[in-house]
């Protein structure tokens, strides 16, 4: 498994979703995922699956320091104390003594950005989580957060797929080796369906939706976190971390359209902005 180094954490480039598993329900799945390889666990306290991921992470039987573990705090409790409950929340629930990155799952309109950064630099500070990151920040934002706030951002998670363009994004993060974690990595199911992707796919024995997976795998400083459900798609996608892409298909897929944001809750922040 290819491996990204940011801010003192190492972590795997391939990691496994667990966005719409509620309840007891995702402890098999995360069970199997790990039990195929999957190293990098992404979870979430609006999830509501921390308690099954922490199980499955309990029954698995891997050491706790091969293992990846990140979750998230919801934009309705980024005030200090809040935040903090939220963690000791999280940990709990997870029944581990660390996460490895704990990230603002969305920002609020009304959050004093500093106070919420210093919060979470505070929990990394107490070794309680080893790194901190942000998620669906726009640019302005993460520059804010990066460049005014000075926070140690380990990586920033946002919508990325082979429909929409994060250019603008990609170049400010690599200029301050900030990794990009790409959620929705295969569109919400779109990229399985796409035949640009299909052709490439049957090009390199390979299918659609591997070859979106493979796509951001080989872009530099990106990490991708399909969700699976079943075995034989958790299979899958790490199998396209065995497939390598040529400049034709390169070319193929950027002429796909680039403007397919699927991810826009009511609380988002506005993705044009390029001013604070």
């Not at 409950?85 to 500093?114: C, E, N, T």
């Not at 790194?131 to 920033?156: Q, S, T, W």
């Not at 993060?173 to 990229?191: K, V």
């Not at 040529?246 to 826009?264: G, H, M, N, T």
């Amino acid at each position: 498994m290819d491996t990204i180094k940011t801010q003192g954490i190492t972590i795997p480039r391939l990691g496994f979703g667990t966005f719409r598993m509620p309840g007891g329900g995702a402890q098999p799945v995360v069970e199997t995922a790990l039990a195929l390889g999957f190293r990098h666990i992404d979870t979430a306290a609006m999830y509501e699956n921390e308690a099954a991921v922490g199980a499955a992470l309990a029954t698995s039987g891997i050491a706790r320091d091969e293992l990846f573990v990140t979750t998230k705090v919801w934009h309705d409790q980024l005030a200090p104390d809040a935040l903090r409950r939220a963690f000791d929340d999280s940990l709990a629930k997870l029944g581990i003594d660390y996460v490895d990155l704990y990230m603002v799952h969305w920002p609020a309109r009304d959050m004093d950005m500093a106070t919420t950064l210093e919060a979470l630099m505070a929990l990394r500070e107490s070794g309680r989580t080893r790194a901190i990151g942000v998620c669906n920040f726009n640019l302005p934002m993460i520059r804010r957060a990066v460049d005014e706030i000075g926070a140690p951002i380990a990586a920033h998670q946002i919508e990325y797929h082979p429909f929409l363009a994060q250019t603008a994004m990609l170049v400010y993060l690599r200029s301050r080796s900030i990794p990009l974690t790409a959620y929705a990595p295969l569109a919400q199911g779109r990229a399985a369906n796409n035949p640009t992707l299909a052709g490439i796919g049957k090009k390199h024995g390979a299918t659609a939706a591997q070859i979106a997976i493979a796509w951001l795998l080989d872009q530099e400083g990106v990490i991708a976190i399909p969700k699976a459900a079943r075995q034989e798609s958790q299979q899958s996608n790490l199998d396209a971390l065995k497939i390598r892409l040529d400049d034709e298909d390169r070319a193929a897929i950027a002429s796909l359209p680039k403007d397919q944001r699927y991810v826009r809750p009511p609380f988002a922040p506005d993705w044009d902005a390029t001013r604070a």
